[in-house]
């Protein structure tokens, strides 16, 4: 591991207010109170919530309001974007989160899903390349962690084009399987960022 990478920043520099972001066949925007029912149901998929940490099952609409009520302000500095696809529904969702951690105070902690109809068509890979690469212009010393269970071989492959490198193995309950699961922690650093979705102006 870099040295440079474990000495922490003094105090979190925020971005932004969450942005919408365009790419070339997806719009990232912040979540609406009346997404619940499009979260909801991806959500109580137990394919999509199986390799997620904290979604249980069953989850429900009023669980998906519960988290929209925190989140749909505006409030917190944390990016939580909807991820919409034509028609302006919400079909996943890409996350960053301020996570101090060993490698910095200054790290940001990366997250994703996909509404299982849409898997396959590239359009993870594309929503979280024009995430980070908005991110970067914003914070562009900011270091990037993310992960995912060792069985979630697509999201590691996500990762792995977007320049992120495995530094460490641990277990992570799983609300959904309600069991620990074998997971992979991934880190990114803005020289290794790779990008591969252009984002119109």
Same mark, same amino acid.
């Given at each position: 591991m870099?040295a440079?990478l474990l000495?922490?920043t003094?105090?979190?520099v925020?971005p932004?207010p969450?942005?919408v972001?365009t790419?070339?066949?997806?719009m990232?925007?912040p979540?609406?109170?009346?997404?619940a029912t499009?979260?909801?149901?991806?959500?109580s998929?137990?394919?999509?919530?199986?390799?997620?940490?904290?979604i249980?099952?069953p989850?429900?609409?009023q669980?998906?309001?519960?988290w929209?009520?925190?989140? %749909?302000?505006?409030?917190?500095?944390?990016?939580?974007? %909807?991820?919409?696809?034509g028609?302006?529904?919400?079909?996943?969702?890409v996350s960053?989160?301020?996570r101090?951690?060993?490698?910095?105070?200054?790290t940001?902690?990366?997250?994703?899903w996909?509404?299982r109809n849409?898997?396959?068509?590239?359009?993870?890979t594309?929503a979280?390349a %024009?995430?980070?690469e908005?991110?970067f212009?914003?914070l562009?010393d900011?270091t990037?962690?993310?992960?995912?269970?060792?069985?979630?071989?697509a999201?590691?492959?996500i990762?792995k084009?977007l320049?992120?490198?495995i530094?460490?193995a641990?277990?992570?309950?799983?609300?959904a399987?309600?069991?620990?699961?074998p997971?992979?922690?991934?880190?990114?650093?803005?020289?290794?960022?790779?990008?591969?979705?252009?984002?119109r102006?």
């Amino acid at each position: 591991m870099n040295a440079a990478l474990l000495q922490a920043t003094p105090s979190v520099v925020l971005p932004a207010p969450c942005p919408v972001i365009t790419s070339e066949r997806l719009m990232l925007r912040p979540h609406r109170l009346e997404d619940a029912t499009a979260i909801a149901d991806s959500l109580s998929d137990f394919k999509v919530a199986r390799m997620l940490a904290r979604i249980r099952q069953p989850y429900h609409r009023q669980d998906a309001l519960d988290w929209l009520v925190s989140h %749909a302000s505006g409030a917190l500095p944390d990016w939580m974007l %909807a991820i919409t696809a034509g028609d302006d529904r919400h079909i996943g969702l890409v996350s960053l989160e301020s996570r101090p951690t060993r490698f910095g105070s200054n790290t940001w902690r990366l997250g994703y899903w996909l509404n299982r109809n849409h898997w396959d068509r590239g359009y993870m890979t594309e929503a979280v390349a %024009a995430t980070l690469e908005q991110f970067f212009r914003y914070l562009p010393d900011a270091t990037i962690s993310s992960g995912a269970f060792a069985d979630n071989l697509a999201s590691l492959n996500i990762q792995k084009k977007l320049g992120f490198r495995i530094v460490d193995a641990n277990q992570v309950f799983s609300l959904a399987r309600n069991r620990m699961v074998p997971h992979v922690e991934t880190l990114l650093v803005p020289e290794d960022f790779r990008p591969t979705a252009a984002i119109r102006p």
